[in-house]
């Protein structure tokens, strides 16, 4: 009998704080949205994180870009060489780009560069206590701390998609053409007709900026939620990595059922 | 000092990303990306154009002589056609009769022009000037629908004969 009654309280147990840890995310999530005014308030600190998420991760992503990019100029033209239509590999690259590999691509490495930085950094302020005493000073940690890291990850994310799609159709561009002899006007002309700016290219930013919010809530959840020690704060980062990944493709399904179907 | 070269930075990126943004649009879905070299411009008129676009190469013996310029709908001599500006490499000289036709890479790819040289060697077709023998593109529908047309024909002709003589 007592065995049973263990197992129902550890339920229940289990049930509470997993509600109160929602409830406590949800709050976060509200707070953040709300401090929408950091961008006024607060604009050097936004700045000093834009220069950090944006300019640092510039790199990975416009390498990574043209490597995809021309992978995936390669794989469709063998594909679509077989039933002689080849002309279309502009316009696969671009649309699978534009839809749906940017986006995903770019919040996922993203995550991966800029995401664990902000889980360890903040994880750590939590660790040295650095959080409490600006409580104790009157300054709020999601005006000071959290905001400006959530609003520039959305910023940024939806400029660093654009930038990865242009570089990955040029990455197509030069294997597909210059490589394998595609015929340049058709490549470029198949694509032009093809791509529809507003359905497309759009939507796909609109993705890219819910993913880049996504992503930052996480990253600011993780590291506010850390063990205050040098463990705790590693799996923080493990946590926001693996949670980001799942999280992004399970948005990104979503999104894509309401946008393009 | 730190904080003004934080600016820059940020100053440089968001420049980069508006116009990788804009770069992006351009290219993927508007007109960027590609430009006609130098070349002069031929008008060819088709009765139908199938699914021929713009910067469409134009071949001449298999080998790639110039581009699609534009299309368009013209009324000629009291006739609807498309007009398609076709533009030709510099220092080639096509004879005024040559022949223009809408044609397809493959069974499935893209459709492209390919002029066959004329005989009259001596009067070259000038810039703006029309090509007037041409043959529209080949539209796989109007095919199978003719095919089954003439097999509906057969077999009703078949029927009439095998069937017995009225007496």
Same mark, same amino acid.
């Given at each position: 009998?007592? %065995? ?49 998420? &944006? ?27 077989? %039933? #002689? +239509?080849? +002309? ?15 986006? %995903? ?9 800029? &995401? ?55 990455? #197509? ?7 394998? &002899? ?21 939507? &796909? ?10 992503? +930052? ?32 493709? #399970? ?9 393009? +179907? | 000092?730190? @904080? ?6 940020? *100053? ?20 960027? *990306? ?7 411009? !031929? ?10 676009? =713009? ?27 498309? @007009? ?21 890479? *493959?069974?499935?790819?893209? @459709?492209?022009?390919?002029?066959? @040289?004329?005989?009259? !060697? =001596? ?29 509906? =024909? ?14």
């Amino acid at each position: 009998m007592s %065995v049973f009654i263990n197992g129902l309280a550890q339920l229940g147990g289990s049930v509470r704080s997993s509600i109160s840890t929602l409830g406590f995310a949800m709050r976060m999530l509200g707070a953040l949205f709300a401090n929408v005014r950091v961008w006024w308030t607060r604009t050097r600190l936004v700045f000093q994180q834009i220069h950090f998420l &944006g300019n640092y991760s510039l790199v990975i992503m416009l390498v990574s870009a043209a490597f995809i990019g021309a992978v995936l100029g390669l794989q469709s033209y063998y594909t679509l060489s077989r %039933v #002689g +239509s080849e +002309s279309m590999v502009g316009l696969l690259v671009a649309l699978s780009l534009v839809r749906e590999l940017a986006p %995903v691509v770019v919040a996922i490495l993203f995550a991966g560069r800029a &995401g664990t930085s902000m889980t360890a950094e903040i994880g750590l302020m939590k660790a040295g206590e650095q959080l409490a005493a600006m409580e104790m000073m009157g300054v709020d940690p999601v005006n000071r701390v959290f905001s400006p890291r959530f609003w520039a990850a959305g910023f940024v994310v939806p400029m660093l998609t654009g930038l990865f799609a242009l570089v990955g159709v040029y990455g #197509g561009y030069v294997v597909a053409v210059w490589w394998l &002899g595609v015929d340049e006007g058709a490549f470029w002309s198949m694509m032009q007709d093809g791509v529809n700016v507003r359905d497309d290219v759009v939507n &796909g930013l609109i993705k890219s900026a819910v993913f880049g919010l996504a992503v +930052s809530f996480l990253a600011v959840y993780e590291g506010a939620q850390a063990h205050p020690t040098p463990e705790g704060v590693a799996q923080a980062t493990t946590r926001t990595v693996v949670k980001s990944a799942l999280l992004v493709l #399970g948005l990104d399904f979503i999104l894509t059922a309401l946008m393009f +179907s | 000092m730190q @904080q003004k070269k934080i600016d820059i930075w940020v *100053g440089l990126f968001v420049l980069l990303g508006v116009m990788g943004l804009i770069a992006l649009a351009l290219v993927v879905g508007g007109k960027g *990306g590609w430009s006609t070299k130098g070349g002069y411009p !031929v008008l060819v008129n088709f009765q139908n154009i199938g699914t021929l676009k =713009e910067r469409a190469p134009v071949k001449m013996s298999g080998v790639v002589v110039g581009r699609v310029g534009g299309i368009e709908l013209k009324d000629v001599n009291g006739e609807y056609k498309a @007009q398609v500006t076709l533009i030709l490499d510099n220092g080639l000289k096509v004879p005024k009769d040559s022949g223009a036709s809408v044609n397809t890479a *493959g069974l499935l790819g893209a @459709q492209f022009i390919s002029l066959t @040289q004329g005989a009259d !060697v =001596e009067h070259p077709v000038a810039a703006g000037e029309t090509l007037d023998n041409t043959q529209s593109a080949m539209v796989l529908e109007d095919l199978i629908t003719q095919f089954g047309i003439n097999k509906a =024909e057969t077999a009703s002709k078949a029927d009439a004969v095998d069937a017995p003589p009225v007496k």
